[in-house]
């Protein structure tokens, strides 16, 4: 089943902040983030293994809870590269291939 | 370190007409391969996937298929492409059992079927 992202989009200025949440109904034991810029192919952000980890990327950083199923992506002192779609994937415990299931995507525009 | 090709980059096709896209891994044994497809605007949808030579599981029926006929080379074919066909494909690979399974994409084929 596939994660639930919310919100769907988002317009920024930038230096300024945004979340981006990823819920699944599934227990989760591990999540994916990937940005897509406009044309582009999707780029490994990170991966959250540990429930309450956090991790970061530029100033771009994430939390992973476990418990409630459920990451949320934070978008800190935003930059106009930040602009792009941002995808949560989810992989089924001991999936065959290792394959994950994206979510929607949100997309962010980060403006001047 | 590791590289992923995609070809071609574009491709027009008339509908009832052949499909053959082609994906190569460099710098890594054994990955994990997958096909992607993404309508316009829209999330990435899983099509195959393969674990090793010959090795292709289905996610979603359809007019396509998939074959690993080396160890870095993934193919997706269509004997007659339909309309609904269009859109951005992706392969993309992960590393085997030790690593984390982060997925890098290959830079993708854009599919208009006229």
């Known amino acids: 089943q596939q994660p639930v992202q919310s919100p769907q989009a988002v317009i920024l200025r930038e230096g300024e902040d945004a979340v981006i949440n990823c819920s699944s109904s599934?227990?989760?034991?591990?999540v994916h983030w990937y940005r897509q810029k406009h044309g582009e192919a999707p780029v490994f952000l990170m991966i959250?293994?540990?429930?309450?980890e956090q991790k970061g990327h530029e100033k771009i950083s994430a939390s992973f809870n476990e418990k409630k199923q459920q990451s949320s992506l934070y978008l800190t002192a935003s930059q106009l590269s930040y602009s792009g779609t941002y995808f949560c994937?989810?992989?089924?415990?001991?999936?065959?291939?290792?394959?994950?299931?994206f979510g929607g995507g949100t997309r962010v525009l980060v403006k001047p | 370190s590791q590289t992923i090709h995609q070809w071609p980059a574009t491709l027009v096709q008339p509908v009832g007409s052949p499909l053959s896209l082609e994906c190569t891994v460099e710098?890594?044994?054994?990955?994990?391969l997958y096909w992607y497809r993404q309508a316009a605007g829209r999330g990435l949808q899983l099509l195959f996937y393969?674990?090793?030579?010959?090795?292709i599981s289905s996610e979603v029926p359809q007019n396509l298929s998939a074959s690993r006929p080396q160890d870095r080379q993934f193919i997706l074919s269509s004997k007659k492409l339909l309309l609904s066909d269009s859109g951005f494909y992706l392969c993309?690979?992960?590393?085997?059992?030790?690593?984390?399974?982060?997925?890098?994409f290959g830079p993708g084929t854009r599919l208009t079927v006229t």
């Open positions: 599934k227990a989760l034991y591990s």
């Open positions: 993309a690979w992960s590393g085997g059992r030790w690593s984390s399974y982060e997925q890098y």
């Open positions: 393969s674990v090793g030579i010959g090795q």
């Open positions: 710098g890594t044994s054994n990955p994990n």
């Open positions: 994937g989810t992989p089924a415990i001991k999936a065959a291939g290792n394959k994950l299931t």
């Open positions: 959250l293994l540990k429930g309450g």
